[in-house]
Nanobody, 123 residues
Framework: QVQFVESGGGSVQVGGSLRLSCAAS????????MGWFRQAPGKEREGVAV?????IYADSVKDRFSISRDNSKNTLYLQMNALKPEDTAMYYC???????????????????WGQGTQVTVSS
């Protein structure tokens, strides 16, 4: 059974940093594309970054966020720097089979999701 436990969310001021973690179980991450997605109130869920055989970032977070994973721990990370109020959202860890991340940031193509961790950025 695929499961994710996300952590690291919280409240920070503009310009601050947070590091999200997602501990995965039930599969071996090396054969899967894993990523971070977010959903702000009243908005659709959107892709932030995914990692597999390649890494893809949303334009809105390039140069500020960094995705990584530790395969030995089956854990996914998202280092978020220079946070802005528009980064405020619930952040979700997700995965799909296929290490190439062929579908990129397309939300509907990811079938396994965590419960989410809230990130709030205040000015």
């Amino acid at each position: 059974q695929v499961q994710f436990v996300e952590s690291g969310g919280g409240s920070v001021q503009v310009g601050g940093s947070l590091r999200l973690s997602c501990a995965a179980s039930g599969f071996t991450s090396t054969s899967w594309c894993m990523g971070w997605f977010r959903q702000a109130p009243g908005k659709e869920r959107e892709g932030v970054a995914v990692i597999g055989e390649r890494i893809i970032y949303a334009d809105s977070v390039k140069d500020r966020f960094s995705i990584s994973r530790d395969n030995s721990k089956n854990t996914l990370y998202l280092q978020m720097n220079a946070l802005k109020p528009e980064d405020t959202a619930m952040y979700y860890c997700a995965a799909r089979f296929g290490g190439f991340c062929a579908t990129g940031l397309r939300v509907s193509t990811y079938g396994y999701w965590g419960q989410g961790t809230q990130v709030t950025v205040s000015s």
